[in-house]
């Protein structure tokens, strides 16, 4: 089992930067994946940003150039740095860890709020 803690969220106004975290119970050196995705008010949970195992990291494209997604496996955490902020991007955010043989495992999740 691997359980993942979000935190960092919170009101910011449009424009504005929040860096979030998620942190894991036990080691994320083998985790496949970790991912965040993020569901706002009435829509589906969309897919944000995703770093691998291997270093590589993959971007939504309404995020690109905006959003750095980092991962410190010697701490058992992923960042998600978010940049300029739109209001559209109010939504909830979470953390996601997938492992072929490990399983799949996601956190509660953090409210951003993007609010003048």
């Known amino acids: 089992q691997v359980q993942l803690v979000e935190s960092g969220g919170g009101l910011v106004q449009p424009g504005g930067s929040l860096r979030l975290t998620c942190t894991a119970s036990?080691?994320?050196?083998?985790?496949?994946?970790m991912a965040w995705y993020r569901q706002a008010p009435g829509k589906l949970r969309e897919f944000v940003a995703q770093?691998?195992?291997?270093?590589?990291?993959t971007y939504a494209n309404s995020v690109k150039d905006r959003f750095t997604v980092s991962r410190d496996n010697a701490k058992n955490t992923v960042y998600l740095q978010m940049n300029s902020l739109k209001h559209e991007e109010t939504a909830v955010y979470s953390c996601?860890?997938?492992?072929?043989?490990?399983?799949?495992?996601w956190g509660q999740g953090t409210q951003v709020n993007v609010s003048s």
């Open positions: 996601y860890a997938g492992h072929i043989i490990r399983g799949n495992y």
């Open positions: 036990t080691s994320i050196d083998s985790m496949q994946f």
């Open positions: 770093s691998t195992r291997g270093g590589s990291t």
